[in-house]
Nanobody, 125 residues
């Protein structure tokens, strides 16, 4: 599995901004396709926030549109999430997810995904 480490979380006041990063290492995947951010608020299920294809096509959950920007650096194997105008309902643990292909040892490839350990974002006055 690919090793993913999130950073950039913390405590911010309503209306503030944070930039999350997710660094992939381990060279498990021969190619990374989709990279995504999910979040899980206290007492709630994990939910999709945003995703971005290898070519840079981004998709956002409704509440993230216009406030969050997802981006990736394919050379650095790093995923980002710029979050602006944060609100209390954005408080959650944020997880990055990476989907890619890896060699199956028999000349072919298999697909898999890896998750980061999560990073806490707290929006509070």
């Amino acid at each position: 599995q690919e090793h993913l480490v999130e950073s950039g979380g913390g405590l911010v006041q309503p209306g503030g901004s944070l930039r999350l990063s997710c660094q992939a290492s381990g060279n498990f995947f021969s190619i990374v396709h989709m990279m995504s951010w999910f979040r899980q608020a206290p007492g709630k299920q994990r939910e999709f926030v945003a995703s971005i294809t290898r070519r840079g096509v981004a998709t956002y959950e409704t509440s993230a549109k216009g406030r969050f920007t997802i981006s990736r650096d394919n050379v650095k194997n790093t995923l980002y999430l710029q979050m602006n105008n944060l609100q209390s309902e954005d408080t959650a643990i944020y997880y990055c997810r990476v989907e890619g292909d890896y060699p199956d040892g028999e000349g072919g490839v298999e697909s898999a995904d890896s998750w980061g350990q999560g990073i806490r974002v707290t929006v509070s006055a």
